[in-house]
T-cell receptor, first 116, second 111 residues
Framework: GAVVSQHPSRVICKSGTSVKIECRSL??????MFWYRQFPKQSLMLMAT?????????EQGVEKDKFLINHASLTLSTLTVTSAHPEDSSFYIC????????????FGQGTRLTVV | GEDVEQSLFLSVREGDSSVINCTYT??????LYWYKQEPGAGLQLLTY?????DMKQDQRLTVLLNKKDKHLSLRIADTQTGDSAIYFC???????????FGGGTRVLVKP
């Protein structure tokens, strides 16, 4: 199946700094990428939908200035957590859909962010 | 909006069958998925079913779909200790699109 690579897998940062998470589709063109967040022992909640070459669509309650999403190419979307705070600590996971994805959305490995 | 619900926890003895249940509310759901998540790891797609099917079998996994009742189940035959994980059902109205996840069912397999 298609491969989605997410990097880094783990990151620890200080409060007030920004962290960038990358999501790459390795063997197909992802016209759409999705960013999810998972709190400990909870389900995955969609944060935003990222479309190549256009602005991301954010779900209700997600601060677009806090979570900057860029989808500049058909193989790369980035999520930047700006001015991170401890409450932003979470598991972030991306998925990709688009050309070559006929039945499923392919997920990256996830990024565990810890803000100290 | 869409809502997907699962029971929180399931305990099963090794070698027995496990059945994980899921209900959803969106009648336009076309694709229904089961994912497995092990501690600290990402999501592994186990299987999926189209809404025009009522059953799908893949080795030890059997998915049953009752579209009328919007009820989905995953049966794992001959459950092994390696099957201990959290299982998420999810739905989407089109392929490769955003998914709405259930809360996850934590399965504990006891020897």
């Amino acid at each position: 199946g298609a491969v989605v690579s997410q990097h880094p897998s783990r990151v620890i940062c200080k409060s007030g700094t920004s962290v960038k998470i990358e999501c790459r589709s390795l063997d197909f063109q992802a016209t759409t990428m999705f960013w999810y967040r998972q709190f400990p022992k909870q389900s995955l909640m969609l944060m935003a939908t990222s479309n190549e070459g256009s602005k991301a669509t954010y779900e209700q309650g997600v601060e677009k200035d806090k979570f900057l999403i860029n989808h500049a190419s058909l193989t790369l979307s980035t999520l930047t957590v700006t001015s991170a705070h401890p409450e932003d600590s979470s598991f972030y996971i991306c998925s990709a859909g688009g050309q070559g994805t006929n039945t499923e959305a392919f997920f990256g490995q996830g990024t565990r962010l810890t803000v100290v | 909006g869409e809502d997907v619900e699962q029971s929180l926890f399931l305990s099963v003895r090794e070698g027995d069958s496990s059945v994980i249940n899921c209900t959803y509310t969106d009648s336009s759901s076309t694709y229904l998925y089961w994912y497995k998540q092990e501690p600290g790891a990402g999501l592994q797609l186990l299987t999926y079913i189209f809404s025009n099917m009522d059953m799908k079998q893949d080795q030890r996994l059997t998915v049953l779909l009752n579209k009328k009742d919007k009820h989905l189940s995953l049966r794992i035959a001959d459950t092994q200790t390696g099957d201990s994980a959290i299982y998420f059902c999810a739905e989407s109205w089109t392929a490769g699109n955003k998914l709405t996840f259930g809360g996850g069912t934590r399965v504990l397999v006891k020897p």
